[in-house]
């Protein structure tokens, strides 16, 4: 019976000791969700940008942007892990394209009242294009 808890000890330690040396730090882990995030910004951009406007709804296009406004926030929540100039960039770029975001949201309600409504709110899809190539595509997630 010793032996036996002896052993079980013994296989729950190595267990233990494997399961810690493979963890991701707590930096490593940020910068997981910092990228997963990136890529979901990148979907609904994409999204908008191939939106016929003519048939867009306004609904269709608030969801998307909710859906970027949640993924900035998991990049918001997700800084604080970060270090260094890494930390930076993501902060900086973060800022920039919520900014950016926000543009584009009062473009599309102006766009809804004005008689050339359906071109302001094409060229306002297409600088969130811009704007993401600018400050999210540039964070490195090749690691």
């Keep these: 019976m010793i032996r036996k ?8 330690a190595l267990a233990l000791a494997v399961s810690a040396c493979g963890g991701k730090s707590a ?12 890529g979901d910004i990148k979907t609904q951009v994409d999204k908008l940008k191939s939106t016929n406007v003519s048939t867009a709804s306004l609904g269709g296009l608030q969801s998307s942007l909710q859906a970027i406004g949640d993924s900035l926030s998991q990049i918001a929540d997700a800084q ?22 926000a543009g584009v949201g009062r473009q599309l309600v102006a766009g809804l009242g004005a008689s050339d409504g359906k071109q302001q709110i094409k060229t306002a899809l297409q600088g969130l294009e811009s704007s993401y190539e600018k400050a999210l ?3 490195d997630c090749s690691t």
């Design 27 to 38: 930096e490593d882990r940020a910068q997981t969700k910092v990228c997963s995030a990136r």
């Design 80 to 101: 604080k892990d970060l270090k260094g100039d890494r930390k930076q960039q993501v902060q900086t770029a973060g800022q920039t394209f919520k900014s950016d975001v």
């Design 5 to 12: 808890l002896a052993g079980v000890a013994l296989a729950l």
């Design 137 to 139: 595509a540039p964070i």
